[in-house]
């Protein structure tokens, strides 16, 4: 019997972390209990916090990762101690690196063993362990210290640029007595945790000066855009000023992908030659070759937006920073807009037109050229042609060639509908993020998956199936890693490093916690199949056939590849 059941007057550091955490509008926990955080969870649940239970820590954190990108709320994962909190750090780094506000909570336990490193049960100095991979680690030891452990460590999840926070709550917290009234007069939720960043008046100013003097400008849209939730500021601001855009890959459908403004099929051609590029909520990191090479405009300018004023200068000289929230920085923007005038070159809006058409032609005549096996360009014409008939679903998407190509075919319609590898281009956030999307949403997900990719985050399905989530899932079977025809180089019989079982089932594994399952092998059926899926919004798995010969290796980022001797 716990103190609480015991003595009313008292309650004790499980119940009130999560009174504490229910006050701070925390409503959903994604975990996987054992000691010491089991009745942690069952609490919750008491409480009325939806509890979701999965098969792997790493999930539930993605699922926690992806529900603040989604809510701007910091979304939670639970988890025991050592190997618990091991397996879910990796996405609460990934959090952090993409800057998805994130909680990781996890049990641990006792001080004095651990510090004097006498091997309890699950031992690891977790609150240090977390500290390079998170924004910011704490510990509560005392059940005085909830209401402000709780406070600090929401408050720096989402304030500033988001991140992943860790929490570690020890066994002895959770079990300590502490006096009921007064304990729970400790509690508050803090006032304002994701305060405005107002942006000077002066950059404002300069920026603006900056792109009248632009010939060729155009705007960059990163996820920290669709993060900011100012979609109708950022719609006027590129309409009013008709600059082309270019969205990063979880930046698309913050305008539609079909918008006449919109870049993407030209994306060489604008970054070699815009002399003047707005970074907004997009950092010049590996993904925009760090603003350098031959990929740019040597000449360029660069007016960059970020709450984060590290960000600024990274890799490039930056003439025009604007640090400060985004909404503000919109709103700040298009309230000075008309002190300016802009003279763009008249035939820069009307060169990308032409390139856009010539490389839609082409795109065309790859969708539509049919392949017996399929190949990733004439499976995604028919997942095009669905998600442009069902355009508020939530699209995860994970895998190589599976990644950019889908990526590249698939239009997207809404802002924050597009949920991938992100920064990291990190495999495993699949089934996590699906979970995540769907229980947030209440929509329906559809996770294009490779064959790979699926493996990481697979057993999930289970989860998908419990909860009965709305969650269709399409595994790309080209037989491997990239691709599916790798040959092992000592001719022996096993098989190569990038191969993996073609004729794999992926459809049987639903089956097993009655999930729907298709195996398909052609457009007509793997439509069918799609739509069955979100329409019923049944938990289902098609196992779509793919040419093992189809795609490159490492998709489009071939040439990350270290080079050899053998190859130089
Ligand atoms: P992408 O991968 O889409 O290019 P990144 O994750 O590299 O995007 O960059 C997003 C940037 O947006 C980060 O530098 C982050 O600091 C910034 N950011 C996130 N949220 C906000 C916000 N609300 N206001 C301003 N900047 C933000
Ligand atoms: C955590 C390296 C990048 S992409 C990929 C791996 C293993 C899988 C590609 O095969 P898939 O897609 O999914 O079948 P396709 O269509 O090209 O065949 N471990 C982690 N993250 C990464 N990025 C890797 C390994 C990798
Ligand atoms: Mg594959």
Known sequence: MSPVEENVSLTDGMHLLVKALKLNGIDK????????????????????????????????????????????????????????????????????????????????????????????????????????????????????????GVARTIRAAVSGKPGGVYLDVTANLLQTAIDKIAAEKTLFSPEDPAPSFIPSRDSIQKALSLLSKAKKPLIILGKGAAYAQTDENIKTFIEKTGIPFLPMSMAKGLLPDDHIQSAAAARSFVLKNADTVILLGARLNWLLSH????????????????????EIDSNHFIAGPIVGDIASSMNSLLEELPNYSFNFDSNWNSSIEDIKKTNEVKMNEKLNLSS?????????????????????????????????????????YYPRRRLDCGTWGVMGIGMGFAIG????????????????????????????????????IVVFNNGGIYRGDGLNLSGGSDPSPTTLMETARYDKLIEAFGGVPYNVSTGEELKKAIVAGITSLKPTLINCIIDPKAGTESGHITSLNPKHLSDK
């Open 29 to 148: 926990i994604y975990g996987v209990v054992g000691i010491p955080v089991t009745d942690l969870a069952r609490e919750a649940q008491k409480q009325g916090i939806r509890y979701i239970g999965f098969r792997h820590e790493q999930s539930a954190g993605n699922a926690a990762a992806i529900t603040g990108f989604l809510t701007k709320k910091p979304g939670i994962c639970l988890t025991v101690s050592a190997p618990g909190f091991l397996n879910g750090l990796i996405s609460l780094a990934n959090a952090t690196v993409n800057g998805f506000p994130m909680i990781q909570i996890s049990g641990s336990s006792d001080r004095s063993i651990i510090d004097l490193q006498q091997g309890d049960y699950e031992e690891l100095d977790q609150m240090n362990i977390a500290k390079p991979f998170a924004k910011a680690s704490y510990r509560i030891n005392k059940p005085e210290d909830i209401a402000i």
């Open 291 to 310: 603003g350098k090479g031959s990929h740019w405009n040597p000449n360029v300018k660069f007016i960059q937006l970020d709450i984060d004023p590290k």
């Open 372 to 412: 017996n096996p399929l190949n990733y360009y004439n499976a995604l014409k028919v997942v095009k042609e669905v998600l442009d008939a069902h355009r508020d679903i939530y699209l995860v998407n994970e895998g190589a060639n599976t990644l950019d190509d889908t990526r590249n075919v698939v239009n997207m």
């Open 437 to 472: 999307a769907a229980v947030t949403s209440g929509k329906p997900v559809l996770a294009i998956e490779g064959d790979s990719a699926f493996g990481f985050s697979g057993m999930e399905i289970s989860t998908i199936c419990e909860y009965n989530l709305p969650v269709t």
